[in-house]
């Protein structure tokens, strides 16, 4: 979500809707509930609340309220954030 692109969900943000209506961080993919995952980085929120993708993502009746969300993004480390996935990579080199 957000960035529409493919990642590995190690460097993906699992968000999920609460029963109040709000979306919430869930860095560690353990709260009950429909989640979505979203690229962790202010400009991949940004166009997921444009393209109205947590509502659909999380099939919603209405446009919750993501700023939780932003918060936790906002309080990433920014280098964190944006590397590509050190697991990734290091699976890559132990095929060869």
Do not use: C
């Amino acid at each position: 979500m957000g960035s529409r692109r493919r990642a590995s969900r190690s460097s993906l943000l699992r968000v999920v809707a609460l029963s109040d209506g709000r979306v919430v961080a869930d860095p560690k993919a353990v709260m009950p509930g429909r989640g979505a995952w979203l690229t962790p980085t202010v400009d991949a929120y940004d166009q997921a609340v444009k393209r109205r993708a947590f509502r659909r993502a999380l099939r919603l009746d209405r446009d919750p309220d993501t700023s939780a969300v932003l918060d936790h993004i906002a309080g990433l480390p920014q280098e964190s954030a944006e590397r590509p996935d050190m697991t990734e990579q290091a699976e890559r080199l132990m095929d060869n």
